[in-house]
């Protein structure tokens, strides 16, 4: 009965390797180690099928009669291509040929005989070319890569593929196209990884987003390496400090990172039961901020979706094409008695600023424009008693409420109103289909069926001789041979960025938890310097009883958000019972600190900063993050303030995360602090965002009264929330702002501004609405104080 069944085994041994024999023998080949050439008649045949078979390089249909030698997902819908030889030299599509020569070239010829690309390499004539199961087409020679296309990308990165100095990566020109396009990512002079808008007129750069710093985009140009690396579980990060990380993070996805047609920065997963995309990740959220989709003398609004429109007096060069922008329907005057100015609200030209004047009056700002002749028009703000720019070319125009001025249009006397009227608009929106953000649910498969377990072994046992081949080739690298210090330096720079820290590198950077700085219902915090000088605070955390897998999972979702109202996350510690975060240090300690001290007077334009500040971390939380959190306990002592006042909200992420798709959570016990916990809490009813919001609605009251008015950390010196909120609501509904005057901390002594203040009382009586559904959402209370943001300075007997 033994031998019978192991001679049974053999026989299935033997007939499976004979399918798999007999399949290998149709199979395209992943190598190539002698002289072969393909014509591009036979291009319904790939020239070279990795071993996995994910991707295929050959002859790629472009047009009817044109073809390119590209890189593509085999089973992708309609074959992606991740790089291409001869983006913008395309061959014939009868009589051209790819060929791997005896001297280790690949050469691609057209019809004519001519070369149109090679690898141009000195003679190897023991080659082979190879593509690997990463997408990376190779020439290897002696055991050493002399050609791989991974130095020389097109529109797209993969997995494990560096981006270093000097190595573009350029868009396509239209979608679905395969010719150079006018946006690239690269790494620029500063060592900063940017995105630019290269067209044939003008050149701007616009990520990280034009006109904030460096650092106020949370990146540094400390850093010589500049070297960029999607991972395989999805994290894209950088060596100036940029990092990001698909929706579906996690390894077994196939990605692709890609600069798209129209100047966005995508994180691309394959749905691998139907072949499509689906965005993870993007750099640009409103497509408006891209540079030159609009082109010159155009407007771009998000609303949402991309609309462009050409301003009053203005039709299209070309109505298939907004690119090409917009030309007048009139006669220029350069003659300042024959012109006038038409304003256009909210609206702004990034660049090409003729000159600027600071603390200028809207009168003298048009007169200097039109002095000038070349000036077309100018933008004036009321920030700092009055900003003028005049415009010389109107490039990169956009429409937004939160620009707090307008655009004045030079226009001659004589344009009537039909002129004004000529005004072309196209909505631009990607429908749904075409880009959205995906979940790691749209990758689900039917795990019951017993084909797709065994494929699970299978690929689990590739997967782990990958892991040990990449393992030696990291020890080979960096132990065995004399590795360039800089690439080092790049790689553990990359990795420090958000890192796990040990207990014991902790103890020593904190002096063994010497100094404390703070302490809260969640645990205690102490100062430390790390290694590279920067000043930390290091929280070691009293209440968490999740495992570490569990922890690691939330706190790499907190170390990967970065907004100028948010406290940093450098890392954190797990080890046994310890549980610690490493945040950046804020020097100028909590809001509680200044507002219920009476040796300190809080300025009332540093409490508006604040709390505008405060609404827009919250919102950022609520609405802007790929995984939506609930901070759960809004109080003065979590909102920390700079040297400039400017608030960063921490401790958020320490509750737990709640999904977009949900209609809230449950916890197991109740988080917050008593008096500033939304009525829900009590309730046990599902907790959504909009406890967050009521709590801010007890912090904006406290910082206009300036008392406490939550009952569970009163003072003694506190007001009643009920009562005051009445009382708030009555003088809100009489209508007279002066009366006001009564409810702002007597500690100003008038030196306030009214609107300012009645504007945070209306938010703050809304906020605090016991009927959740009533409450506005983080992003209206942004959009409610932004109208107040800018305002001129208030006389101290504005009374």
């Known amino acids: 009965m033994a031998n019978s069944f192991s ?145 020389s990308p097109t529109d797209t990165l993969l997995p494990d593929q560096p981006l270093t100095k000097g190595i573009k990566v350029i868009s396509a020109m239209v979608r679905g196209g395969i010719s150079s396009g006018y946006y690239t990512l690269y790494f620029d002079n500063d060592n900063v990884l940017r995105l630019i808008y290269d067209g044939p007129v003008i050149s701007s750069i616009y990520w990280p987003l034009s006109g904030l710093t460096v650092f106020e985009a949370g990146r540094t140009s400390y850093n010589s390496t500049r070297l960029a690396v999607l991972d395989r579980t999805g994290n894209f990060i950088s060596s100036d400090g940029f990092s990001a990380s698909a929706s579906d993070l996690g390894p077994g996805i196939r990605r692709r990172l890609t600069v798209d047609y129209d100047g966005n920065l995508r994180m691309y997963s394959l749905n691998i039961s139907d072949g499509t995309w689906e965005v993870t990740w993007q750099a640009m959220r409103q497509l408006c901020y891209v540079h030159g989709l609009c082109g010159e003398n155009a407007v771009c609004e998000y609303l949402p979706g991309l609309m462009c429109s050409c301003l009053p007096g203005y039709e299209m060069n070309d109505p298939s094409n907004w690119n090409r922008g917009c030309r007048p329907t009139y006669n220029y005057s350069c003659n ?37 002749c070349t000036c077309t028009g100018f933008s004036y703000r009321l920030d700092g008693g009055g900003l003028c720019y005049p415009k010389g070319t109107l490039f990169n125009g956009y429409k937004t409420s939160n620009f707090n001025g307008s655009f004045y249009l030079r226009l001659p006397t004589n344009s009537n109103n039909s002129i004004l009227d000529t005004i072309s608009i196209l909505n631009c929106t990607n429908s749904s289909s075409e880009i959205s953000i995906g979940t790691s649910t749209m990758f689900h498969t039917g795990r019951n069926d017993p084909k797709w377990s065994y494929l ?111 406290v940093r996350m450098f890392g954190f510690c797990s080890e046994s019972k310890h549980r610690l975060l490493v945040y950046e240090h804020i020097e100028n300690q909590s809001l509680d600190k200044h507002l219920f001290n009476n040796n300190m007077k809080l300025q009332w334009n540093d409490r508006f900063k604040i709390a505008f500040g405060t609404a827009k971390g919250l919102a950022y939380l609520h609405h802007e993050c790929l995984e939506w959190i609930i901070h759960c306990d809004v109080k003065p002592e979590n909102i920390l303030l700079t040297r400039d006042f400017e608030p960063k909200i921490a401790d958020f992420g320490l509750a737990k995360l709640s999904k977009r798709d949900g209609l809230g959570f449950n916890f197991s016990h109740m988080r917050g602090t008593m008096g500033y916990m939304a009525p829900e809490w009590a309730l046990s ?85 016991e009927d959740r559904n009533q409450r506005p959402t983080m992003d209206e209370v942004v959009k409610v104080l932004m109208a107040f943001e800018e305002r001129k300075e208030y006389s101290s007997n504005s009374w």
């Not at 820290?501 to 790390?530: A, Q």
């Not at 203040?757 to 703050?764: D, H, I, S, T």
Request: one cysteine or more.
């Open 7 to 151: 001679i049974l085994i053999l026989i299935l041994f033997i007939l499976i390797l004979f399918i798999h024999l007999l399949h290998n023998s149709h199979a395209q080949p992943s190598s190539l180690s002698k002289h072969f050439t393909q014509r591009v008649e036979q291009h319904d045949q790939p020239f070279l099928r990795s071993q996995d078979q994910t991707f295929s390089c050959g002859f790629y249909p472009v047009g009817t009669n044109a073809f390119s030698f590209s890189i593509w997902f085999t089973n992708s819908t309609n074959k992606t291509v991740v790089w291409t030889a001869n983006r913008d030299s395309l061959v014939n599509g009868h009589g051209s040929e790819i060929s791997f020569q005896h001297d280790g070239n690949l050469v691609l010829r057209d019809v004519n005989g001519s070369t149109v690309w090679s690898t141009s390499l000195i003679s190897f004539p023991a080659s082979t070319l190879s593509l690997l199961n990463n997408g990376n087409l190779v020439i290897i020679s002696s055991s050493s890569t002399i050609w791989q296309s991974f130095d």
């Open 336 to 372: 300042p008695t024959q012109s006038r100015f038409v304003e256009v609200p909210k609206v702004d030209f990034y660049g090409f600023d003729l000159w600027y004047s600071t603390g200028i009056s809207f009168h003298d700002c048009k007169l200097l424009c039109l002095r000038n």
């Open 456 to 566: 699970f072994i299978f690929t689990a046992v590739l997967g782990a001789l990958e892991i040990l081949i990449i393992v030696a080739g990291w020890w080979y690298l960096f132990k065995g041979t004399d590795v360039p210090k800089s690439v080092e330096e790049g790689y553990k720079m990359i990795s420090s960025q958000f890192r796990k820290f040990t207990y014991s590198e902790l103890k020593e950077v904190t002096g063994k938890f010497k100094e404390e700085i703070g302490k809260g219902l969640s645990g205690v915090v102490y100062r430390g310097v790390l290694d590279d000088k920067r000043v930390v605070a290091v929280k070691k955390l009293s209440d968490v009883k999740q495992g570490e897998e569990e922890f690691w999972a939330e706190v790499s979702v907190i170390g990967r958000i970065n907004h100028i109202n948010l």
């Open 685 to 769: 009813l599902p907790v959504t965002s909009k406890v967050d919001v009521y709590s801010y609605g007890v912090v904006l009251l406290e910082m206009v009264s300036g008392c406490r008015v939550s009952g569970g950390l009163n003072d003694g010196n506190g007001r009643d929330l009920r009562s005051l909120r009445k009382e708030v609501k009555q003088v809100l509904a009489s209508g007279d702002i002066s009366s006001i005057m009564g409810l702002v901390d007597m500690r100003l002594q008038g030196q306030f501004d009214p609107e300012q203040a009645a504007a945070m009382l209306r938010v703050a009586v809304t906020c605090l609405e």
